[in-house]
C-alpha cells in the first residue's frame, strides 16, 4: 500500500517575552533593533495571522508552544545571587545583554528548532528528529533541550519518530536546523533529495568572514548519516562567505525550495554551479524528472536580506498550484517585487500567485516568515500520532486570538523585564496555552 504524505508547516508561537536584544551578530536586523521597544502582543498576532492564511490556502498547518521565558537558571549559572528580583535588577544594572538572553523568545523561529527527515526518506522508516544545538548564540543555545522535550511531546509515539538528542555542543557540531536544509521532491509521496548547507568544515580549511558561520560541514554530515538519508539523495553545499556578510546568517535568507522548485541567488553559494550541477544530479537520479532551478541575479545580497524575499514561504495550495508567501519589506523593494511580478506572470508560471504578510515584528529580529514555520512531512498513521488539538482550526485560532489579547503585553522594552508581575503574567499565560493545547504541564513550573 502506498502511503498519502502531506508536508505540515509546524509555526512557533511567539512568546509573550517577544523583544529585540541585539544578540545575534551577523543578524543584522537583531543588531539593528537592539534594545527598542518591542510589541509582543502584535507580534503573535501576526503569528497567528500567518497560520490563518497558510491554513485558507490548503496547507497543512500546526502549532508549536513557545519555550518557557525567562531562563533565570542563566543568571544563576552567572554566578549572580539573592532573589528573582535582586538577580534581575543586578542583571540589568551590569549586564542587559545576558539579562535579554535569560527573556529571549527566540524559540519562535521554529526553523532552527530540528531538522526533520520524512519516514519515506529514511532507510529504517522512521521519521528523524534532530533538535539543533544552536550554540553560536547564547541565547539561543538555551533552547536545544527545552525544545527536544518539547519535540518529544508534538511526536510522542516513539516507534514512528525516532528523536535523537542535538548534536554534541562543540564548535565542530554547530547546528542551526532546517533553516540550512532545503528537502526537494518530485513526488508526494517521496522520497525526497536533500541540500544541507554550511558556513564553516571543521576539519579544513575557511574563508574568512567578519561574522559567525553557524553551520558546519560535519553537523549537516551527522544529521545526514543519523536521519539514515541514501548518500545519493544528499548534497552538501557551502554558503559564499560575501552571502554570510551581508547578513545571511542562515541559508533560508539567501534559497528556498518546495516540491521541485529550487530558488536561488546567483551569490549564494561558494561555487554556486557546482551546487546546482549536483542538486540537479542528485534529484534527477533519485525523482526521476527534473529539477526547476531558477537563479535570481537581478537584486543584490543586500537587497535579499533587506527583503527576505529568500524567506518567503513556498505553498502549494488545494489546487495543487505554488503560491509564494513573501513578507511586506519585499513588496517595498522595487527590484525583489519586479521578480516577483515575473515569477507569478503567465497562466503558465511556475508560481501561480503571491500573497504579502505584515510580520514585522519577527523581521526586526531577522525571523521572516519561513523562519516561524518548521516543516514535517507526514504520512497519516504519523499525522494521527500528533496531539490533535496541535493542528490549526478556526476555532483553535479564534481560541489564541483571545488568549493572546488577555495575557500578552502591549509592548516591551528591556526595563520591564524588573516588573514582578511581568513573571506572574508568563506563568499564567502559558499555563492557560497548555490547557487550550490539551497538552497537560510541560512547563518546569507547572511540575
Ligand atoms: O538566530 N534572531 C534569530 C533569527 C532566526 C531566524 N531564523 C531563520 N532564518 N530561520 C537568529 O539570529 C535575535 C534575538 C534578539 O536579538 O533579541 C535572534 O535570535
Redesign the pocket.
Known amino acids: 500500500m502506498t502511503l498519502a504524505y502531506r508536508e505540515f508547516n509546524f509555526d512557533g508561537l511567539v512568546g509573550p517575552t517577544h ?6 551578530e ?2 543584522r ?3 539593528g ?2 534594545f527598542q521597544v518591542s510589541h509582543p502582543r502584535m507580534a503573535a498576532l501576526q503569528g497567528l495571522e500567518k497560520m490563518r492564511v497558510l491554513a485558507g490556502m490548503g496547507v497543512g498547518q500546526a502549532i508549536l508552544p513557545p519555550l518557557s521565558r525567562p531562563r533565570l537558571d542563566l543568571l544563576r549559572w552567572a554566578g549572580f545571587s539573592g532573589t528573582d528580583q535582586q538577580m534581575i535588577d543586578t542583571a540589568l544594572r551590569q549586564t542587559p545583554s545576558l539579562l ?1 538572553a535569560a527573556f ?3 524559540g519562535m ?1 521554529s ?2 528548532a530540528a531538522m526533520f527527515a520524512p519516514s519515506c526518506d529514511s532507510r529504517d522508516g522512521c521519521v528523524h528528529i534532530t533538535p539543533a544545538n ?1 550554540i ?2 547564547l ?2 543555545s538555551l533552547e536545544a533541550e527545552e525544545t527536544a522535550g518539547l519535540l518529544k511531546k508534538v511526536f510522542p509515539d516513539f516507534a514512528l519518530f525516532k528523536h535523537h538528542p542535538p548534536l554534541p555542543r562543540t564548535v565542530a557540531f554547530s547546528d ?4 540550512n536544509h532545503i528537502r526537494l521532491v518530485g513526488s508526494e509521496r517521496g522520497p525526497g533529495a536533500h541540500l544541507f548547507v554550511y558556513g564553516r568544515e571543521h576539519f579544513g580549511s575557511n574563508p574568512l568572514t567578519r561574522y559567525p558561520q ?1 553551520q558546519t560541514l560535519e553537523a549537516c554530515q551527522a544529521i545526514a548519516r543519523l536521519h539514515q538519508l541514501p548518500e545519493e539523495a544528499v548534497v552538501f553545499a557551502r554558503q559564499s562567505p560575501a552571502a554570510i556578510d551581508a547578513g545571511v ?2 541559508n ?2 539567501i534559497s528556498t525550495g518546495h516540491g521541485a522548485l529550487f530558488l536561488y541567488h546567483a551569490e549564494a553559494f561558494s561555487d554556486g554551479r557546482s551546487v546546482v550541477d549536483r542538486l540537479t544530479k542528485a534529484f534527477e537520479e533519485t525523482q526521476h524528472r527534473s529539477l526547476c532551478a531558477i537563479e535570481i541575479n537581478e537584486f543584490s545580497l543586500v537587497d535579499s536580506v533587506q527583503s527576505y524575499f529568500f ?1 518567503s514561504q513556498i505553498v502549494t495550495r488545494s489546487d495543487g498550484r505554488l503560491v509564494i508567501v513573501a513578507p511586506v519589506e519585499s513588496e517595498e523593494n522595487e527590484k525583489v517585487r519586479a521578480v516577483i511580478a515575473g515569477l507569478v506572470k503567465g497562466a503558465d508560471a511556475v508560481i501561480a500567485d503571491v500573497v504579502f504578510l505584515n510580520l514585522r515584528e519577527s523581521m526586526q ?4 516568515p ?3 514555520r518548521t516543516r514535517v512531512v507526514l504520512n497519516e498513521e504519523e499525522q494521527s500520532a500528533v496531539p490533535s488539538r496541535l493542528f490549526f482550526s478556526e476555532p483553535l485560532f479564534d481560541e489564541l486570538t483571545s488568549w493572546v489579547k488577555c495575557h500578552y503585553r502591549e509592548s516591551l522594552s528591556l526595563s520591564d523585564f524588573r516588573d514582578p508581575a511581568l513573571l506572574v503574567e508568563i506563568e499564567t499565560a502559558l499555563d492557560r496555552l497548555t490547557q487550550i493545547l490539551e497538552l497537560g504541564p510541560i512547563y518546569s513550573f507547572q511540575k
Not at 19 to 24: P, T
Not at 176 to 179: F, L, M, P, W, Y
Open positions: 523583544h529585540y536584544g541585539g544578540l545575534a551577523g543578524n536586523a537583531s543588531v533593533h537592539r535579554s529571549s523568545a527566540s523561529w526553523a532552527n544552536l553560536s548564540n541565547h539561543r542551526e536546523g532546517a533553516a553557524r546568517f542562515h533560508d535568507v524567506n529580529n531577522g525571523g521572516g519561513a523562519c516561524l
